[in-house]
T-cell receptor, first 115, second 112 residues
């Protein structure tokens, strides 16, 4: 089974621009979560989608948004980029959404650099 | 404030020894705690999950303990190998949902 894929792997943008990142979960997995990882803050939860609905949301500003499609693929969008948005953005898929303790499978991440 | 703390300093051990990593948390009552491994340039890989009513969980050379009174989890790698060198992350659920809170991770280096 193919793992979680994320595109693009690397991205360089300038302040004020917007960016869209894509995630394809493992086949059969319907839940997708997004995280931001920085050296100082570690992994921080952005949001989780299941069946095209946002189920959980972290403490990020409204500039960060996401969506999920009927095939479970997910995108996240960051508008009006700031320097502090430079980070590794990780997507994780899991089989279930209603079960609290469900293993998450991470993709390789998208490295976003904002200049 | 609510937080998770892992050993901030890198851990260097000799091949064959047991590595012990610590995860302490405050102001949470997690239903479960997970340990992940992360290699440079890659996403975290799930290793073990331990629930609040479990004291210990094992998987091959890995062992996790969970003490809800001390608010601490210990992660052990026995008979360590250079291939075990990586950053190890602990994560727990913050409430009755799937939102995970993560530690910053501990870097482990196993020297041959």
């Amino acid at each position: 089974k193919a793992g979680v894929t994320q595109t693009p792997r690397y991205l360089i943008k300038t302040r004020g621009q917007q960016v869209t990142l894509s995630c394809s979960p493992i086949s059969g997995h319907r839940s997708v979560s997004w995280y931001q990882q920085t050296p100082g803050q570690g992994l921080q939860f952005l949001f989780e989608y299941f069946s095209e609905t946002q189920r959980n949301k972290g403490n990020f500003p409204g500039r960060f948004s996401g969506r999920q499609f009927s095939n479970s693929r997910s995108e996240m969008n960051v508008s009006t980029l700031e320097l502090g948005d430079s980070a590794l953005y990780l997507c994780a898929s899991s089989l279930l959404a209603g079960v609290i303790a469900d293993t998450q499978y991470f993709g390789p991440g998208t490295r976003l650099t904002v200049l | 404030s609510q937080k998770i703390e892992q050993n901030s300093e890198a851990l260097n051990i000799q091949e064959g020894k047991t590595a012990t990593l610590t995860c302490n948390y405050t102001n949470y009552s997690p239903a479960y705690l997970q340990w992940y491994r992360q290699d440079p340039g890659r996403g975290p890989v799930f290793l073990l999950l331990i629930r609040e009513n479990e004291k210990e969980k094992r998987k091959e050379r890995l062992k996790v303990t969970f003490d809800t009174t001390l608010k601490q989890s210990l992660f052990h790698i026995t008979a360590s190998q250079p291939a075990d060198s990586a950053t190890y992350l602990c994560a727990l659920n913050a409430g009755n949902n799937r939102k995970l809170i993560w530690g910053l991770g501990t870097s482990l280096a196993v020297n041959p």
